[in-house]
């Protein structure tokens, strides 16, 4: 798969080290930065289109496995900051869209506070819709594009040097399959 940066040789990675080619080193830090904004926005479009289904879902009288698991993760896991509806003054139709209507503020605002793509946001992007995160090595390498990422956007020209342009591609590659493991994950709890 050609992810779009020239990926010479070894050799030319050893040379780029050797002569501090900052022209090189600035492009794989771009390469880095951009590819890491692609990648987070990639991960939150998938969260929200399996909760915009299960919104849809439910709109049609339907409770999906992503509804389910939000309503659970928001009762559960997310701190009350209002008191609880009392279920003796409502009826039932009532508190469930009531509960709904509290869901698609909730939700999409979570995404919309996410700034990152490491395993933290990942996890708070898609347990909350039932969605487990694939316990596989790729999340290291997904680990280390996000540090190198921070460094590059945060740190400037002082940021530590990558190994080689390849480390970088090949990081890439393995995040590229973390990719695709979710949006097929996300596929099958909307099915």
């Known amino acids: 798969m050609n992810t779009g940066i020239i990926i010479t040789d070894a050799d030319d990675d050893i040379e780029t080290l050797l002569t501090g080619d900052t022209k090189r080193q600035m492009d794989i830090r771009a390469y880095c ?66 509960a709904v209507a509290k869901l698609k503020e909730y939700y999409p605002n979570q995404i919309h506070q996410n700034h990152g793509a490491r395993l933290d946001h990942l996890i708070n992007i898609f347990n909350p819709i039932g969605i487990e995160i694939p316990d596989k090595p790729f999340i290291g390498s997904l680990e280390s594009f996000a540090s190198w990422r921070g460094d590059f956007a945060h740190k400037g020209m002082t940021a530590q040097r990558i190994s080689s342009a390849t480390s970088v591609h090949n990081s890439i590659q393995d995040i590229l399959i973390l990719c695709f493991e979710l949006k097929d994950a996300a596929k099958q709890v909307v099915a």
């Not at 009288?61 to 609880?84: D, F, G, N, Q, T």
């Open 33 to 98: 930065v951009l590819g890491h904004a692609a990648i987070e926005e990639f991960f939150e479009s998938i969260a929200m289109a399996v909760f915009n289904n299960a919104i849809d879902l439910w709109t049609r009288k339907s409770v999906s496995w992503p509804l389910l698991a939000l309503a659970l993760y928001h009762e559960y896991y997310e701190p009350r900051k209002e008191e609880k509806l009392s279920l003796k003054r409502e009826a039932k139709v009532t508190f469930m869209h009531s």
